[in-house]
Structure formats: C-alpha cells, structure tokens
C-alpha cells in the first residue's frame, strides 16, 4: 500500500471518528449545551495579550495567569463550533479577569471536507496572521467569529481568503493582517504546525483523535458537564 493511501485512509479514519464523537454527543444531550455568560462577547480587556510558539500554538491571556488550558480544534469542526458558541463567552470573560489562558492548537483534517479541500489549513493561517499582530482582543474577536456565526458547514461553501481577511479588519486587525491572509503567508507555518498539533493529540488520545478537545495539563476536560469552566477557574 503506497504511503499517499495510508495517509488518505487515516484521513478519512479520522474524520470518522470526529463525526461519531459528536453525534454520540449529540446523542446523548438534547441539544447542546445552553450559552453560558450571553452577552458578554470575546476578550475585550486590552491588557490580554497574544502570541504563537516557534510550533505554531497560539495563547491568548495574560502573561501571569495561574492556569493554562490547551484546546484543540479544526475550524470546520460542528463540535468546535458547539463549544465557542456555549462556552466561548465564559472563557473570554475568565481569561478577561486574569484566571485562565488557552493554548490553541489547531489540526486541519477536515480539509477535505471543505469545498475548497483547504480552508482548514487556510483558517489556520489566517489566525497566525491576526495572532502575531498581538492584540488579544482582536485575535479573541476573530476567533470567535469564525467558530460562530462564520463557520461553514462541512461539504458546503467556505470562505475564501479575502473573506477571512475581511474578518479580521472588522474585528479590528490592521491591513497588514488582511495582506497576511489574502497572500497566504503563513499557509507553510500553518501546515507544519497543523501536522504538530495532530501528533500532539495522537500521543494523548492513544492515536484517537478527535476535536475539539480540551486538556487542563494531561487530564482531559469534559466539556459536556456545563460547569468544566468554572470548576477550572472559580
């Protein structure tokens, strides 16, 4: 078996695995979880700060907080999108106050799944662009816009890089950003990283992975018990 079909078929076996992963959540609630703190928005508090690791690991936080937690997740991911929208708001509000900061590590094996068969890779990109211009509450605005009411739905139309670009100058990025994304820049970065973050998460799944999921340390987090936010930072 050539290796160009091994990586296709462990591909799709992890596509797979992320759709049975949320349908049995899905499965198992009514729905999904109610939007915990409504109204109060992205990062906001200009003292949070962002940045990217040599390996591609976006924080957003302040530079003293007391707890660290790393969160992977493919931006076409609908599981992804179910947890900024019900839990996105609380956990800008905690990394607000100085309690919490997230470690984000994106993985890009929905790709396929996008009409474009790159937006993954290409929305990763876009986030490193508006993450090394270093507002946090641009980056947190970005970010959640396009996990909410931005996200394309899997085989559906996705954005393009001068939408993504358009994104980030309305949540407040400078031009630079948007010649970032609409020259793909970053795009080599965002894949090399992408594959990083994969092999990341296979070494804490047991080559199980699926997105999104949440790590406080090497404990994963439920994020299906509505309180996991609070409980890691009162």
């Known amino acids: 078996m050539s290796s160009n079909t091994t990586y296709a078929l462990a591909a799709v076996a992890l596509v797979l695995i992320g759709a049975i992963v949320f349908a049995a959540y899905q499965w198992g609630n009514d729905g999904p979880p109610p939007v915990r703190n409504e109204g109060y928005g992205p990062v906001h508090d200009p003292a949070v700060q962002v940045s990217t690791t040599p390996d ?23 599981a992804c999108g179910v947890l ?4 996105g708001q609380e956990l800008a509000q905690k990394v607000d106050e100085g309690k ?9 094996f929905l790709d396929d799944q996008s009409k474009s068969k790159d937006y993954s890779t290409r929305a990763f990109a876009a986030n490193l662009c508006v993450a090394q211009a270093g507002s946090g509450p641009t980056y947190g605005k970005f970010h959640e816009t396009l996990f909410t009411t931005r996200q394309p739905d899997e085989g559906g139309a996705d954005l393009s890089n001068p939408a993504l670009a358009t994104i980030a100058t309305e949540s407040g990025a400078p031009e630079s950003v948007a010649s970032c994304i609409t020259g793909g820049a970053q795009l080599d970065a965002a894949r090399a990283a992408a594959a990083k973050n994969l092999a990341d ?34």
């Open 201 to 234: 998460l296979d070494t804490r799944t047991g080559n199980k992975s699926a997105t999104p999921s949440v790590y406080d340390g090497t404990t994963k987090i439920d994020w299906s018990d509505e309180n996991w936010v609070v409980t890691l930072a009162p």
């Open 100 to 108: 919490l900061a997230i470690n984000y590590h994106y993985v890009t």
């Open 56 to 78: 591609g690991v976006i924080r957003l936080g302040r530079p003293d907080a007391p707890k660290t937690i790393d969160i992977f997740e493919d931006p076409l991911c609908p």
């Open 84 to 87: 900024e929208t019900s839990y």
